[in-house]
């Protein structure tokens, strides 16, 4: 079992930024692809960024591939979303989740994560 948080959500304003952080205790992270995802009020939830499991690896939503950057650190078991130039589209929840196996194309579609977080709200303000 993996547990993942999520932390660093919150409010910010238009252009501003936030980092989100994904702790995972349980298991190390670091034989585990971490993916990031969000779901805005009445929507669907959809794919925003993910690591490969060493890192070397990264795929973006089209949508914050100039804005958001994802990170990891292994040793302190933690995964990590920048994001920069915040949009009001950008407000969420967004969860953090990992698989073990870099298939982008299944991770992009949000099949198949081994374990979820339970979320952070981000809430960017015009």
């Known amino acids: 079992q993996v547990q993942l948080v999520e932390s660093g959500g919150g409010l910010v304003q238009v252009g501003g930024s936030l980092r989100l952080s994904c702790a995972a205790s349980?298991?190390?992270?670091?034989?585990?692809?971490v993916g990031w995802f969000r779901q805005a009020p009445g929507k669907e939830r959809e794919f925003v960024a993910a690591?490969?499991?060493?890192?070397?690896?990264?795929s973006y939503a089209d949508s914050v591939a100039v804005r958001f950057t994802i990170s990891r650190d292994n040793a302190k078991n933690t995964g990590y979303l920048q994001m920069t130039s915040l949009k009001p589209e950008d407000t969420a929840v967004y969860y953090c989740?990992?698989?073990?196996?870099?298939?982008?194309?299944?991770?992009?579609?949000?099949?198949?994560?081994?374990?979820w977080g339970k979320g952070t709200l981000v809430t960017v303000s015009s």
């Open positions: 349980g298991r190390t992270l670091s034989g585990y692809v």
């Open positions: 690591i490969s499991a060493s890192g070397l690896s990264t």
């Open positions: 989740a990992v698989i073990n196996t870099w298939h982008i194309a299944t991770i992009r579609a949000g099949y198949g994560m081994d374990y």
